[in-house]
């Protein structure tokens, strides 16, 4: 069979440096006729180079193969370094032994997906870990879990959040962004934040009280964390794209949440304005003023509209009062909304590229030394990325 012949290495030199080679064994599966055996070989590359599916993926003809491998582009964990400081956790959840009709091999994974499909939809969580835990190497075998994670949260929404959670702690080395994508999952739910509707807000207080069940027993430090990350991305979801900005879920919302609203009203201020147009004093009284008007609208959101989360520009050395900040970070917040406001749209205009820094070092002026000191660590972490301006 050829791709045997592919993957044997005959036809490349064995001092070719690693990357000539990878690039050699994708160019000659992009020349395979289409057929089993280029989707046997397609598989199997991206199974050892998941990588590579951003260049491979653009030169597919067949659909469902092209559809599988733009899937595993959408994965960039599979090929990034894991943080080293994650928390480990154990899973209390027991494998069950399952028989399965797959065969091994390059299609092993893909039969086993599929059953884990069913299992999902059946609830069938332990033989979900069974499954998964027969795949021998880590990566993808955390990778089953990750997406195992994944569909029971959006199959049941927040009644499966706690079973993905279990099975994101046996999804190392990827336990901690797979938490996260359960939160993202949970906050996309979001309704536009025009809505004047707390009803419309229900699948979020149904999404907080799964995280509070899942964690208060296991870990109340995550617990708050989980609970303040789904709130700051749910409302950044809530504002991605709408148009007038307005103080609408003030009006639904607990009080407790403003910070993350005006994180949320900031942003989406400066993404309408160019942050050129006014100085630091201006943008506050802009802020206070869309935080005055009112939509009264539907809580349908446009979902044309994606949520990105922020750049992270926190720093850990930070000691004071601090919240997440859309999503992926955090800022530090007063309880004064004014000051509020401000260090909130400085936290914007950083991550607005190019980042107007005149504005960032206004902020180092203002007498208030919350203000200040927010300014001073985004122009630090800026100069210190200089050249890969984040989003």
Request: hydrophobic fraction near 35%; charge should be neutral; glycine fraction near 4%.
């Amino acid at each position: 069979m050829i791709w045997i012949w592919l993957f044997g290495g005959c036809s490349i030199g064995e001092n070719e440096d690693a990357s000539v080679r990878t690039k050699s064994r994708r160019l000659q599966i992009q020349d395979l006729p289409s057929g089993e055996e280029k989707r046997i070989a397609v598989l199997q590359f991206l199974q050892e180079h998941p990588e590579e599916a951003q260049n491979l993926c653009p030169t597919l003809q067949n659909a469902d193969l092209k559809a599988q491998c733009e899937k595993i582009r959408g994965r960039p964990h599979l090929w990034s370094e894991p943080r080293s400081n994650q928390v480990d956790r154990k899973t209390d959840l027991e494998s069950k032994s399952t028989t399965t009709t797959c065969e091994r091999g390059p299609l092993y994974q893909n039969c086993i997906e599929e059953a884990v499909d069913q299992a999902v939809r059946r609830g069938q969580i332990s033989t979900i870990l069974g499954l998964c835990q027969s795949i021998e190497q880590e990566k993808w075998r955390a990778e089953c879990l990750f997406n195992a994670a994944e569909k029971t949260t959006l199959h049941r929404g927040s009644h499966g959040y706690a079973e993905g959670v279990e099975l994101c702690f046996s999804a190392k080395p990827f336990s901690e962004n797979c938490q996260n994508h359960l939160l993202m999952l949970l906050a996309q739910r979001a309704p536009s934040a025009h809505s004047a509707n707390q009803e419309d807000w229900k699948p979020i207080f149904s999404a907080e009280n799964a995280v509070t069940a899942a964690w208060s027993w296991r870990d109340p430090t995550e617990k708050q964390r989980a609970k303040e990350r789904l709130w700051s991305e749910a409302l950044g979801f809530a504002y991605t794209g709408v148009k007038p900005v307005t103080g609408d879920p003030l009006d639904v919302l607990p009080s407790d949440l403003k910070p993350h609203i005006h994180s949320a009203i900031a942003r989406r201020l400066i993404r309408i304005h160019s942050a050129r147009s006014y100085k630091l004093s201006t943008w506050v009284e802009l802020a206070e003023n869309s935080l005055q008007e009112r939509q009264n609208g539907q809580g349908k959101r446009n979902s044309e509209h994606k949520f990105i989360a922020a750049a992270d520009l926190w720093s850990e050395t930070e000691d004071l009062a601090n919240v997440a900040y859309m999503a992926t970070s955090r800022r530090l917040w007063s309880e004064d909304s004014r000051i509020d406001l401000h260090i909130a749209i400085l936290e914007a205009v950083a991550r607005q590229p190019p980042a107007h820094l005149p504005l960032l070092e206004e902020g180092l002026q203002h007498a208030n030394p919350l203000v200040r000191k927010t300014a001073q660590r985004l122009l630090s972490k800026l100069k210190m990325d200089e050249g890969q301006m984040p989003n």
